[in-house]
């Protein structure tokens, strides 16, 4: 298989803004009507002139300095031109030369360890007004354009082409999306908020440009059907030829578009509405608000609760989860809390596509302080957790409702004597060395004490009683 040389060029939303990048329209559009959320300016009309958004200046600067990249002295804003739909001046207001930050890096977790993931440069821009197609984008008789979306901040992350497989892009953009979620800067739940341009070439070929994908599992699908493309077309002795695709999330897909222009073909030129903004000097500022990011998290989670660091990878992987996290575990041993948070809370959450904000902390605590009593068997604790989030509730009541409580040891006692009377064949296999035969005695008692007794102790009495009575089988 030969190499695949995967670059991205992902836009996002600043969305976490209240006005637009050049006007002061809401950004707040996403449930009202097409085109109530725009002005002269937005709309591109003769005459309006541009004013830039010094709140989405410091935010793009905010990401860049938790990108690791350089800030540049200054920074200018160009016009790009294009002819478009979704484009109302004709061009997009955009950064060319003096973007406002280059050479940056994200450090990701590959299946090949720890790996520095080069950022070429991350810039601002205006995002177009939306279309939408009836149907699919080839088949569609017309379409609709919505210009509340024109004109909001956008910032495009570039990566050099650093990323190997389909797998690591989406690695990239789940911890470029958790830096930006800890910044305060983007919401990823809005539609739209993430636009990927994913390119794409396998060793030795020209690349493909798969424009405006909308999903995080759609960049990866994207990428998967585009590499077995290229591989079939080198395999059949066809040229890839450089071009710019879409891609179909209905029909998992990439069609083609048009061959790639060169960006010279969009004339750049400074925008002249627009001064040069100088930024060095509001560095040590915004510096000081950066808040603690995913990796430093990661490494004090690991440090200061002595949880492992694949627990702590789970819990800072979203910021609620590991304020969740540090919640309970002040209140409770941190290593119950972390096996209990990551193992089980968050997969059942994930199961019901819910998030953290789903469960209450004080009822985690709960949880844990009757399981650390002995109060509950760890099945009766997962119990409490789903039927907390399927019917609401609290924890107490809810023991006591399913009859959680667990079971004193003389009647587990009570329950592994008659399961021994009962099953004499599964014992006489435990004596012939049938390990297995002592976790479906284990699971008989379970049966019994409909699943309140503790499964360890319940072993532990077995074993014990077994080994005392070795004969008991022959007698009866
Ligand atoms: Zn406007």
């Not at 319940?458 to 074993?463: A, E, F, G, I, R």
Request: some cysteine; overall charge negative.
């Amino acid at each position: 298989m030969k190499e695949v040389i995967i670059g991205l060029e992902v836009h996002v939303q600043l969305n976490k803004l209240r006005s637009k990048l050049f006007c002061s329209c809401s950004t707040q559009y996403h449930d009202s009507e097409p085109d109530t959320h725009t002005c002269p300016v937005c709309l591109g009309l003769p005459g309006a002139l541009p004013v830039t958004n010094g709140k989405a200046v410091d935010n793009a600067i905010k990401v860049a300095l938790a990108l690791n990249c350089n800030i540049e002295e200054w920074t200018m804003f160009y016009r790009k031109n294009y002819y478009y739909p979704d484009l109302v001046k004709g061009f997009q207001i955009s950064q060319y030369d003096y973007p406002i930050a280059t050479n940056g890096s994200i450090s990701l977790d590959t299946e090949d360890g720890e790996r520095a993931i080069r950022i070429k440069r991350v810039h601002m821009e205006e995002d177009p007004g939306r279309l939408v197609h009836v149907g699919t984008i080839d088949k569609s008789k017309y379409s609709l354009i919505d210009y509340n979306r024109s004109g909001v901040a956008l910032l495009e992350v570039v990566t050099e082409p650093d990323l190997r497989t389909p797998k690591e892009a989406r690695l990239f953009l789940n911890k470029l999306k958790n830096i930006l979620e800890y910044l305060d800067v983007f919401d990823s739940s809005l539609e739209g908020s993430l636009r990927v341009d994913a390119n794409v070439s396998i060793a030795g070929g020209k690349r493909a440009e798969i424009k405006n994908i909308s999903s995080y599992k759609g960049v990866e699908k994207a990428l998967l059907f585009e590499i077995v493309r290229q591989n079939n077309l080198v395999r059949r002795g066809v040229k890839v030829v450089q071009e710019t695709r879409h891609f179909d999330e209905v029909r998992g897909i990439t069609i083609s578009l048009r061959t790639k222009e060169g960006e010279e073909d969009y004339r750049y030129f400074p925008e002249p509405d627009l001064v040069p903004i100088t930024i060095r000097d509001r560095v040590d500022d915004i510096k000081k608000t950066l808040p603690e990011l995913p990796d430093a998290k990661r490494q004090r989670f690991a440090l200061q609760y002595g949880i492992s660091d694949n627990h702590a990878k789970v819990l800072i992987s979203e910021l609620g989860l590991a304020n969740f996290f540090e919640t309970v575990a002040t209140e409770v041993d941190a290593n119950l809390s972390a096996t209990w948070i990551a193992d089980v809370l968050k997969g059942e959450l994930n199961y019901r596509d819910l998030d953290i904000s789903a469960f209450s902390p004080a009822h985690m605590v709960q949880i844990l302080q009757m399981l650390k009593k002995d109060t509950i068997t760890e099945k009766g604790a997962v119990q409490v957790i789903r039927t907390l989030l399927d019917e609401g509730g609290t924890p107490s009541e809810i023991v006591k409702r399913k009859g959680l409580l667990k079971i004193a040891a003389d009647v587990s006692e009570n329950a592994v004597f008659e399961v021994l009377a009962e099953n004499p064949a599964a014992v006489q296999d435990y004596h012939d060395g049938k390990d297995e035969a002592l976790n479906f005695l284990v699971g008989q008692v379970m049966k019994k004490t409909r699943g309140r007794a503790d499964p360890r102790t319940v072993s532990k009495l077995l074993k014990e009683k077994l080994q005392n009575a070795p004969d008991n089988h022959r007698e009866a």
